[in-house]
């Protein structure tokens, strides 16, 4: 899943879940486990240099994905509960 897409799927969990709708756990750990492929990802990135973007935008693209990693944990707590 491209980061795009992945940013796009849980844009769209977000705005179901402001809707009042129910996310299902099976959905969130999906996502959850596509965030943290991304993040392994960027940070390898970062670390090894690649020239296949700037490290300033490998970095952005980094904070975004555990910006959302954060927002989805959150979520799954309250749909957990």
């Known amino acids: 899943m491209g980061f795009k897409d992945l940013v796009a799927e849980l844009d769209d969990a977000l705005r179901r879940h402001d809707k009042g ?5 099976k959905e969130l750990k999906h996502l ?4 943290k492929k ?3 990802k960027y940070r390898e990135r970062l670390n090894s240099g690649s020239s296949e ?3 300033a ?3 952005v ?5 555990e910006a959302q990693l ?6 799954r707590e309250e749909a957990s509960l």
């Open 61 to 65: 693209r980094l904070r975004v994905v």
């Open 53 to 55: 973007e700037t490290p």
């Open 21 to 25: 709708k129910s996310l299902k756990l």
């Open 32 to 35: 959850e486990q596509a965030l």
């Open 38 to 40: 991304k993040q392994a």
């Open 57 to 59: 935008q490998t970095e």
């Open 70 to 75: 954060a927002k989805l944990r959150e979520l």
